[in-house]
């Protein structure tokens, strides 16, 4: 397999000014007619014209014309993705004809049927599986298509743009045309036929033009499309005002599919996304599913500029459009909701996955410099450190500085396909400032450390903070320069206000929250007139993807989760607090001692508990304490038992100290929920978040009372947020029959949801009690579930792999095989599941040696299991380097 370089980009030899496609579409093959107007890319070196290369993958080539002249044997030649011919003239026309099936296309990129509809998605390099074509995102191109289908099977007819015409033939089938406008690269192509139905709705944008939206899904879905529908609208006016951004065509469409790999995409003016991600009503989704439905509708939307409008030059550019649009979509639901609570669940995120993609074998830059295949890319480096980045950025720079800087990116660059140096360089011109030293942060792989220490003068009134950076090594870095990393600091008096900032050489004060901007290796600031002894608030907000580390001790956790002005600090210590008590649990379970637990996270839940004037959301966060996956992140070596012994341990010992308050804080909003209909709002996301954690520790008692309470949650509840919560309690209890009960009255009720059999699958998927492979193997063999749908390989085997740590690592090794053999079945039917579905195997160096040999032993099996795709091999191959 070839690796593909950074630093090899050269700009494209020829340019397509037009693409004409027309596509007719049968139950047995496809033949897709391409016409490419092309010329030769002014910007490349003059003289002899070179060869032309154009992509294709899988395609059956029936016809090939070089300006009408068409084609023989001799005039090009074809290897396994590449169609090469000499061009006689500057300016030229292109016909070829394809034969493609999407009928068998199993690996869902390119063109291929789900269900009975026909979709497409070409992001990264799935056009080339459609026609031959220079798929690349700096190929700029504007796009007419022709589908043609039965009408019967396929009434709609869609791709991207506008549609100019349609018509019906007398075989008993039509066809449609659309023109998109825009010029755009090949990866935003689209094209859906299908027995579909919409939803229709409109908007008017802020220079008063009307767009027609429309949400097409199989006719039994119409009823669960209003959220996204919202959602939607929401985007479109918050984009107007955050960022000056207006909507461009004259129709937005989403259509919702069943099998596909990814969240969604952005194709221009005709979104397609997994129904996961739009389909949400109360009956069916929970709270967390309808945040989710509408923050992947708000990033493809924001995609429209942030991607599409301007791409990206090359794929080593990703980020570019995914880091930015993660942090906009970020900031959207930041604003729509609880924007604590979504800084607390990104950070908690990127922290436990993120953090561990760093410290893995995959190990790359937010900007990677190399890769064999560019689907094993879109990662959470790329994705949520992209985010982080650019965050920092607007941290920096201030909202304004930033919102500046934006506008200077999207007026530069319309129409453009460009690099992180160019978003970097119009955040610099807009506001006169120098990031050059901050680029590191997309050049550079791994977590930095962050070390603090301080002093406080007494009799000077001084305090003086050293911070120390490092960076471990990473694969291809061993080692780094400093970061420039942004602290947002505040100083707590004894009484739990912040203390005014003045820094020694300033002036005056900076107000009680500020932004040092840490850059050497090792670096002291320091503040004067400070009054007494302060407790710093270090990293507020998390301002940066840091690992902290400062010898906080639990009497200082405990005055900052109570005083700290910063709400996400405030969560952070209650976490330290947390991390604390169970890492010395896990060394007590680990030395073979009888468990014994820090009473003072009682003591400070008890007081969260008890003070009803606190946002029920973040006492929820603040009730959970940090995952297992999170805690084997953070751990030198993972001792997955210990972890599950410990933090088992601790939930059990906060629910026998604190079932009073729990009890009335569960019956006081159960009361609530069964007087009020379900609404998908922040504060009824937050109620419910509170009654539901509440639960899962009160059964932890196994009082007959709260069995009954559950019972009752289970079947009269009106909304899936509080069912499924109650079912998973249910799985997890040691009430066999009154699980088996109602895992059966569930299933029943909802055969003919496939998206909430995904979540009956992953709450059994997820049980850690003894047993968990056996209970996935079986799982496997019913009927709602398939190896063909990525949806049910991820709520079945991801969910395993990834959440049941204890059962997936047990010690012989068995969780490992079943994974490795799923993976080996998957890389033929679709490699990018395949691929992202070993992530767990890739983190072997994290466990003991005898776990270690057991995992690298299934990742050389699948190594040697036969012809590998270039997404699977690129990710074993690496992880056994
Ligand atoms: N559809 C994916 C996303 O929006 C890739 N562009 O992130
Ligand atoms: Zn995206």
């Not at 009975?116 to 504007?142: H, N, W």
């Not at 073979?592 to 007081?607: N, P, Q, V, W």
């Amino acid at each position: 397999p070839k690796v593909i370089h950074l630093k090899d980009y050269q700009a494209p030899e020829y340019l397509i000014d037009e693409t004409h496609l027309t596509f007719e579409l049968y139950e047995d093959r496809t033949l897709v007619h391409a016409q490419l107007v092309m010329r030769r890319n002014p910007e490349r070196p003059a003289g002899k014209l070179p060869p032309l290369e154009l992509h294709g993958q899988e395609l059956e080539l029936q016809a090939i014309a070089l300006n009408d002249r068409e084609l023989g044997l001799g005039d090009y030649q074809i290897s396994e993705d590449c169609l090469t011919l000499q061009p006689d003239s500057e300016s030229f026309v292109i016909d070829t004809s394809v034969v493609i099936h999407p009928e068998t296309n199993t690996a869902l990129e390119g063109l291929y049927k789900s269900g009975s509809m026909f979709c497409t998605q070409c992001e990264a390099e799935g056009f080339r599986k459609i026609t031959y074509y220079l798929d690349r995102p700096d190929v700029m191109s504007k796009f007419t298509t022709t589908v043609s289908a039965e009408q019967k099977a396929y009434p709609v007819l869609l791709s991207n743009g506008n549609p100019i015409a349609s018509g019906s033939e007398d075989d008993g089938r039509h066809w449609a045309t659309w023109e998109d406008p825009f010029k755009k690269p090949a990866y935003l192509f689209a094209l859906v036929a299908g027995d579909l139905w919409a939803i229709e709705d409109s908007f008017t944008t802020m220079s008063g033009r009307n767009v027609a939206l429309r949400i097409y899904v199989e006719p039994e879905n119409v009823d669960k499309c209003q959220h996204a529908m919202d959602s939607l609208k929401k985007s479109m006016k918050w984009d107007e005002e955050a960022y000056g951004r207006e909507y461009d065509l004259d129709i937005f469409m989403i259509v919702a599919v069943n099998d596909f790999n990814m969240g969604a995409m952005e194709n221009k003016g005709l979104n397609i996304f997994n129904s996961s991600a739009v389909l949400a009503r109360a009956e069916t989704a929970t709270d967390a599913a309808h945040q989710r439905v509408e923050a992947i509708v708000a990033h493809e939307y924001f995609h429209n500029w942030s991607g599409n409008r301007v791409t990206c030059r090359d794929w080593f550019q990703l980020s570019l459009k995914e880091g930015f649009t993660v942090f906009r979509d970020s900031q959207f639901s930041a604003d729509m909701n609880s924007a604590t609570v979504k800084r607390i669940e990104d950070v908690a995120y990127l922290r436990t996955h993120q953090f561990a993609e760093d410290a893995g074998p995959m190990a790359h830059s937010v900007r990677p410099e190399s890769f064999i295949e560019i689907s094993n890319f879109y990662t959470l480096t790329v994705y949520e450190k992209g985010a982080e980045v650019v965050r920092m950025i607007q941290t920096l720079l201030g909202d304004e500085g930033f919102r500046k800087g934006s506008d200077l990116y999207f007026e530069r660059h319309d129409g453009q396909a460009v690099t992180v140096d160019d978003f970097v360089k119009a955040m610099e011109d807009a506001n006169g400032a120098d990031l050059t030293q901050f680029k590191r942060w997309y050049s550079q792989s791994g977590t930095p450390r962050l070390a603090v220490s301080e002093q406080y003068d007494e009799v000077a009134k001084t305090y003086r903070l050293t911070f120390r950076q490092s960076c471990p090594p990473t694969p291809g870095q061993p080692t780094k320069e400093p970061f420039v990393i942004p602290v947002a600091l505040g100083l707590l008096a004894a009484d739990g206000s912040d203390m005014p900032l003045r820094l020694d050489g300033e002036a005056s004060a900076v107000g009680t929250s500020h932004v040092l901007a840490v850059t050497e290796a090792e670096q002291t600031f320091t503040f004067v007139d400070v009054a007494e002894r302060p407790q710093p608030s270090l990293l507020r907000g998390f301002s940066a993807p840091v690992k902290l580390d400062y010898p906080y001790d639990r009497d200082q956790l405990m005055f900052l989760m109570q005083h700290d002005s910063d709400g996400f600090n405030r969560w952070e210590a209650g976490q330290q607090l947390s991390v604390q008590v169970l890492q010395e649990l896990i060394g007590q379970h680990q030395r073979g001692e009888a468990l014994a637990m820090d009473e003072r996270l009682i003591t400070a839940l008890r007081t969260l508990l008890q003070n009803d004037k606190l946002d029920a959301a973040m006492v929820a966060e603040m009730l959970s304490l940090p995952g297992e996956a999170y805690l084997a992140e953070i751990s030198e070596v993972a001792d997955v038992d210990a972890i599950h012994a410990a933090r088992e341990f601790a939930r059990k010992r906060i629910a026998d100290a604190l079932f009073e308050p729990l009890w009335q804080r569960y019956q006081g909003n159960r009361e609530t929920s069964r007087s009020t209909p379900y609404v998908a709002s922040a504060e009824h996301f937050a109620r419910r978040a509170l009654q539901n954690i509440a639960l899962s520790y009160l059964m932890l008692s196994e009082k007959a009372e709260v069995v009954e309470a559950c019972l009752e949650q289970f079947e009269q509840a009106d909304n899936m947020t509080e069912r499924l919560t109650a079912l998973a309690v249910l799985v997890n209890s040691p009430f066999e029959a009154e699980r088996d009960k109602a895992l059966q009255a569930f299933a029943e009720h909802f055969k003919d949801n496939p998206l909430v059999m995904d979540q009956w699958f992953s709450v059994q998927a997820g049980n850690p009690l003894p047993g968990g492979l056996e209970r996935v193997q079986t799982l496997m063999q019913h009927p709602a579930f398939t190896l063909k749908n990525p949806n049910k390989v991820r709520a079945l085997i991801g969910a395993f792999a990834n959440q049941n740590l204890i059962n997936f690592h047990r010690a012989d090794g068995a969780g490992y095989r079943f994974l490795a053999d799923q993976v080996i079945t998957l890389n033929s039917l679709n490699p990018q599941i395949a691929s992202r579905l070993l992530a767990p195997l890739t983190r072997w160096r994290k466990y003991d040696s005898a776990r270690q040999a057991l995992m690298r032993a299934e990742l050389e099996r699948i190594l040697a299991s036969g012809e590998l795709s270039s997404d699977v091999y690129e990710v074993v191959s690496k992880s056994l380097a």
